[in-house]
């Protein structure tokens, strides 16, 4: 079932954190670990195409600045469109960190949209399954398919709330819903957040989490952005526990008691 009130659970581990956050577009390394810092993410993701976590001897290292002893590292596979060049990546990453099974697979459609390619995505999580990864899936808002990737053994689905890094806000609310209400696995938020408001509204519809990378980095202030994404994710959580009134369109309910008023 979904995690637990007071933390994220994900293949048998829990977290604090319900925010999970990208490690690209900073200016260097220094901003991405004050931004990270400041996020409270204890899950961070790493494009294996584009960071180096040792596949490339001599250049600087992400986990230098990021070492996996303090964070969970999440590689993802972004850049890929075909389910084999998404498995073989992972396979990659698994080696890079010592046999670690945790990942996010994305397989993309269209290099201008970054929409997943859903037939593909479909393919690789069978695959990842059936070699023992744990597989955290970005994919299409669509409850069908997301409930397949459940079904296949994904430990976790991401549906888009808008496209990767429009920072438009969540376009589809009921999309979301559906698949929130369906859904026996962690469901996270991934892709669209632009602020802090966007954050917390994914959480008051119910998700377990959020992740995003380019609304903190693209910020005028990182570090600051990312502090009120923490506070955005942990209110809009609350808010969802706490259950909101019923709204009411005809009629008003005074805050104040009415009785006793001046010539009442």
Known sequence: MHSSPHGLTVA???????????????????????????????????AIRRTNIGQNAGEPNLLEVLPPTRFTILPNTAGCYTAADAVRTLRLA????????????????????????????????????????????????DPIQAKMLEEIGCVAVMPLASLIGS????????????????????????????????????????????????????????????????????????AFLAGRMARKYYSADPSSPTSGLIGA
Request: hydrophobic share 45%.
């Open 12 to 46: 048998g581990r829990s977290y604090r954190s319900r925010l999970l956050v990208g490690t690209g577009k900073y200016r260097d390394f220094a901003e991405t670990r004050a931004a990270i810092d400041a996020s409270g993410a204890e899950i961070v993701t790493v």
């Open 94 to 141: 698994r080696e890079l960190l010592d046999g670690h099974t945790l990942c996010k697979l994305e397989v993309l459609g269209d290099p201008t949209n970054l929409f997943p390619n859903m037939p593909e995505t479909l393919k690789a999580a069978q695959t990842l399954v059936s070699e023992g990864f744990d597989v955290m899936v970005y994919c299409a808002d």
């Open 167 to 238: 920072g438009m806000g969540i376009v589809n609310p009921w999309n979301l819903r559906l698949i929130i209400d369906n859904a026996k696995v962690p469901v996270l938020v991934d892709a669209g957040v632009g602020t802090a408001s966007d954050a917390a509204i994914a959480m008051e519809l119910g998700c377990d989490g959020v992740l995003m990378n380019t609304a903190i980095a693209h910020a005028r202030d990182p570090v600051l952005m990312a502090s009120a994404m923490q506070k955005a994710v942990d209110a809009g959580r609350e």
